[in-house]
């Protein structure tokens, strides 16, 4: 049964079939012996395993090296493991800096990648040979490269591409967008094809999911002075129900790290260079769900870390959603008997509307009142368990 949670050799191959590996100087002398002992000659050999003989003599003698495939191929024919002969892995096209250690397979899936993952959906762009990123942002920057670097790939160069008037971008080499389409990232443009939200990650633990989530929202998100957290994305139209499915599963992810009202809506359609296009913004509203955000998940975009930390400081000037200031309240008392001043007082409401939703709690008998003693004063008490 297939590991969703891991990277096996065989899964690079199927994303890239250029794949080129590197064997172990100690096993070519086996391979020749074994060639020799059950087949007569490497003629007779490359007939069974559909190989040219001559790439053969050069593969026996070390002269060059060749795909993963062909070595699949001449492994099946000898009944051999094809993990146990290979040393490293490398790409045949430019570019070709970074290879992986045989040791180093499987490759276990975890937040960094899912960070690198969440950016690809984002600013990022999955090409044919490379992973690019492109933000203003230094700290943005950082994140992907640090990221980038726990990976298990060695002798990785990254080329940064400057100019005038346009966002910097960072292009990493080959193997590191060979991992990330093994992880779920989208190929191509975004918005004229398919995509999927990477089920490993919706089954993943927490620190995955937060770190997916937390990318997404510093290359697309938005928190605006009304309050409001906000992500969109567009897509060609006659794709629309790609993108919504796709939002569904983002929602449904927050909703499972207790981040609540949110609403996902239709921004409208025009004309662009990718033909008609529309885009869906993902809406989260309620004091409580800012600052569970901050305890969530991290932001490397100090601006938008900023000023939801700002946000969550002034609940006064906050609107909070339906039912959450009652559940504030509740929370408020469970432990400790409080009046309606020290409650507003801590809320940061006027007694009045702290008054109804108190009466309102009472008539559902979810708190209770006792009066102090010798005062007129009534104290609040959660009756909730």
């Not at 890239?16 to 002992?37: E, G, H, P, R, S």
């Not at 490379?130 to 950082?142: G, H, M, R």
């Not at 960072?170 to 989208?186: H, S, T, W």
């Not at 992500?231 to 993108?243: A, C, E, G, H, T």
């Amino acid at each position: 049964m297939k590991n969703e949670n891991k990277i096996t050799l065989l899964d690079l191959s199927k994303v890239d079939k250029n794949i080129v590996v590197t064997l172990k100087k100690n096993k070519l002398n086996k391979i020749k012996n074994l060639i020799k002992i059950r087949f007569g000659s490497v003629r007779e050999f490359s007939k069974k395993a559909e190989c040219s003989k001559y790439l053969l003599y050069n593969l026996l003698n070390g002269y060059q090296n060749t795909t993963l495939i062909n070595w699949m191929k001449i492994c099946k024919v000898l009944q051999l493991e094809v993990h146990n002969i290979i040393e490293k892995v490398t790409c045949m096209n430019r570019p070709k800096k970074g290879f992986i250690m045989m040791e180093d397979f499987p490759i276990q899936k975890n937040a960094s990648l899912a960070s690198l993952v969440g950016h690809s959906f984002g600013d990022g762009h999955i090409g044919i040979d490379n992973f690019e990123y492109a933000n203003t942002c230094n700290e943005l920057f950082k994140e992907v490269k640090d990221n980038v670097n726990k990976l298990p790939i060695n002798n990785v160069k990254m080329i940064n591409n400057f100019q005038p008037n346009k966002a910097p971008v960072i292009i990493f080499p080959k193997m590191v967008r060979n991992i990330l389409v093994c992880c779920g990232a989208p190929e191509g443009n975004k918005i004229t094809t398919s995509y999927y939200f990477p089920k490993w990650i919706k089954k993943g633990n927490k620190a995955i999911k937060c770190a997916f989530v937390g990318s997404l929202l510093d290359d697309e998100g938005n928190i605006s002075q009304s309050k409001v957290v906000r992500f969109s994305m567009s897509k060609r139209i006659d794709l629309i129900d790609n993108l919504q499915i796709f939002f569904k599963e983002i929602k449904s992810v927050l909703e499972e790290i207790e981040i609540s009202n949110i609403s996902i809506k239709n921004k409208g359609e025009w004309n662009g260079k990718n033909g008609k296009t529309t885009s869906l913004i993902l809406q989260i509203f309620g004091f409580l769900n800012f600052n569970k955000l901050l305890e969530s998940i991290q932001l490397n975009n100090p601006n938008k870390r900023t000023s939801l930390q700002e946000i969550s400081k002034t609940p006064k000037k906050f609107r909070l959603c339906r039912g959450e200031t009652k559940g504030k309240i509740i929370d408020l008392i469970k432990n400790d008997s409080l009046t309606i001043n020290e409650i507003a007082e801590k809320i940061g409401f006027k007694f009045k509307t702290i008054s109804e939703h108190l009466n309102e709690l009472e008539s559902k008998n979810l708190v209770v009142r006792t009066r102090c003693n010798g005062s007129r004063k009534s104290l609040w008490r959660s009756n909730k368990q």
